[in-house]
């Protein structure tokens, strides 16, 4: 979501609360549209990150790091001139609107010490970050406005700073309680139009909820006997806005373990469509939030590429085996070739060259008469001939079709599992190995690298430990499989996979054939239905067995192998067993 005012009016406070006192030690500028400031306060440190993206706008204290341009812009620049090595005096918000101030105590150019103010305008596509001086006046913006660009408000250099146009809204923290209950309309207008439209700072997804644990119901319509418990419950968001009291979560999509939103308060209005994680710190979880979306977004880009090769090959796959499957639905007739060349030849004597068509009875089939076309210009013997032939050619093709079809099935098979170990690929490393793979197999050039010296890939395939102390290993694409089976595991370790889709190679290091518990097995289990295409359904199905008794056939490709003397497992994939047993 993008920041509103309640998220903003958290975010706020928790700031003033660290970071008044502080100092500013490095101002950077990684972005065109974003600053990161340096801070040291009390022994401790942090990076305050101001963003003025349209699509993202926000400020936060962050963990991410970024690379700085060689030349410094000129905002940067500007802002270092200004305030670099003054003191944070305040961190307050303008009502409940998405502007956040942070007065700072520097000296100016002539050693006198002065206040200025540095505004962030969370505002979506009219977002922008601006230095004003103590007189109100704009030292620069981020972004310069001009005319051409707005009428009703200009931000440039040397004009007064002026407030974006009020919306006209209240702010929820001033009314009182019977103010609140007179607030809400009864008419054709639902409860959740009306919360945002009434006051400033709510996003949609809080006036949904407000209204949701009110009724149990987002889009509920006003009425007489349900406007008392919504208007107790806007009083109650009133009330935790006021006294600080949030609880800040993000939600994650259930099924795909995206990170969707984050909100000051835990979103009940999805009920068991999502899953929540909790945070102590509102800073803590819009970074965390923003980490996991920028991780996401980054290695979908870099995987974009991969993603559409491979699923081209498999579009190609499957329109060559709609052909095969066409081929052989032909060839299945072919015994009537056979059958009309029988039948010309045991009749030579009843046919005449010339003939266009003859009937004769097959003896096939209890005497049944059939009509058989000839070619004119052929003997009687040569159009028996003819129909020997096409059944041959018919035989022939049927036979290399279905030699064919199952090599193309096989590769089908084998994209596929590529296409998951891309969806599966958490880091660089393992995409790029997947590139290697792929090279490997001829579907990508290969790539040459003069200036390195050739060296053994290295394998990281993700490590876990079980409750009862017993190392688990899972292979995150096809290369990292073979590794895990072939080279790390023993004979006496424990191989498991999921039965029938496509999935990791997970194994347990018994340590020489220790007997496992059935929690590590159930664990372990868990893990291989995780990294699979299984991940986001229930009691999936995963047969587990000794390593000995898995083989990879001779010519194989990565990845693929056989198994014999197996058990099956049943279990749910489970994202939080998964991070609590990773070590890597």
């Known amino acids: 979501m993008a920041l509103d005012g309640i ?73 270092r001139k200004h305030i670099s090595g003054g003191k944070i005096t305040d961190v307050y918000q303008k009502e409940m609107e998405r502007i956040i101030c942070f007065d700072i105590e520097s000296y100016d150019e002539l050693g006198d010490l002065s206040t200025k103010t540095l505004i962030a305008e969370i505002m979506g596509k009219h977002s922008n970050i601006i230095l004003v001086n103590n007189s109100g006046k704009i030292i620069d913006s981020i972004f310069h406005i001009d005319i051409t660009v707005s009428s009703v408000r200009q931000v440039l250099p040397g004009f007064i700073y002026e407030e974006p146009p009020s ?173 009309k060349g029988d039948l010309i030849t045991a009749n030579l004597y009843r046919i005449n060259k010339g003939d266009k068509e003859v009937e004769l009875e097959n003896f096939y089939s209890d005497g049944e008469m059939i009509k058989i076309t000839l070619k004119t210009d052929l003997t009687p013997a040569e159009n028996a001939q003819r129909f020997y032939l ?82 688990i290993f899972a292979g995150k694409n096809n290369k990292q499989n073979d590794y895990v089976t072939l080279k790390l595991a023993r004979s006496t370790d424990i191989w498991l996979h999921t039965k029938n889709i496509h999935g990791s190679h997970v194994i347990i290091k018994t340590e020489g054939g220790k007997e496992v518990p059935d929690r590590t097995l159930t664990e372990a289990a868990i893990i291989a239905a995780y990294f699979s295409k299984g991940k986001s359904s229930q009691n999936v199905e995963v047969d587990y067995t000794e390593v000995k008794n898995v083989k990879k056939p001779s010519g194989a490709k990565p990845g693929m192998v056989i198994y014999v003397n197996n058990y099956t497992a049943v279990v749910t994939p489970d994202e939080k067993l998964i991070e609590e047993l990773r070590t890597n």
């Open 390 to 471: 096409r059944y041959t050619k018919e035989k022939t093709a049927e036979e290399e079709t279905i030699k064919q079809r199952k090599i193309n099935l096989e590769e089908i098979e084998y994209l596929k599992s590529v296409l998951e170990s891309i969806e599966q690929a958490e880091t660089v490393s393992e995409i790029n190995q997947i590139k290697d793979e792929l090279a490997d197999e001829g579907y990508i050039r290969k790539r040459i690298d003069r200036k390195r010296n050739p060296k053994a890939p290295k394998f990281e395939p993700a490590r876990f430990v079980s409750h009862d102390g017993f190392e």
């Open 7 to 79: 998220t903003l009016n958290a975010l706020t406070k928790e700031l003033k609360t660290l970071l008044v006192g502080a100092r500013i030690d490095k101002i950077h500028q990684p972005e065109r549209d974003e600053i990161i400031i340096g801070l040291r306060a009390y022994r401790e440190s942090y990076r305050l990150l101001l963003c003025a993206n349209p699509s993202f706008p926000r400020v936060h204290l962050t963990e991410l790091s970024k690379d700085n341009p060689q030349s410094p812009p000129l905002f940067c620049m500007l802002l």
């Open 167 to 339: 919306q006209g809204k209240l702010d929820l923290t001033k009314r009182a309680d019977y103010d609140i209950l007179s607030d809400i309309e009864i008419n054709e207008v639902s409860y959740q139009k009306q919360i945002m439209s009434k006051y400033m700072g709510i996003s949609p997804i809080i006036a949904r909820e407000t209204v949701f644990r009110a009724l149990g119901d987002t889009d509920a319509l006003p009425s007489l006997h349900s406007v008392k418990s919504v208007s107790d419950e806007i009083i109650r968001l009133r009330d935790s806005i006021v006294n600080g009291q949030y609880s800040p979560c993000i939600i994650t999509d259930k099924e795909t373990s995206k990170p969707l939103d984050f909100a000051p308060f835990k979103i009940e209005q999805y009920e068991n469509m999502v899953q929540w994680e909790n945070f102590s710190s509102i800073n803590e979880a819009v970074d965390s939030f923003y980490i996991k979306k920028a991780k996401n977004e980054s290695m979908r880009q870099k995987s974009a590429a991969l993603h559409k090769l491979v699923s081209n090959n498999i579009e190609r796959c499957e329109r060559k085996l709609q052909i095969q499957n066409e081929t052989l639905s032909r060839s299945s007739d072919r015994e009537k070739h056979k059958i």
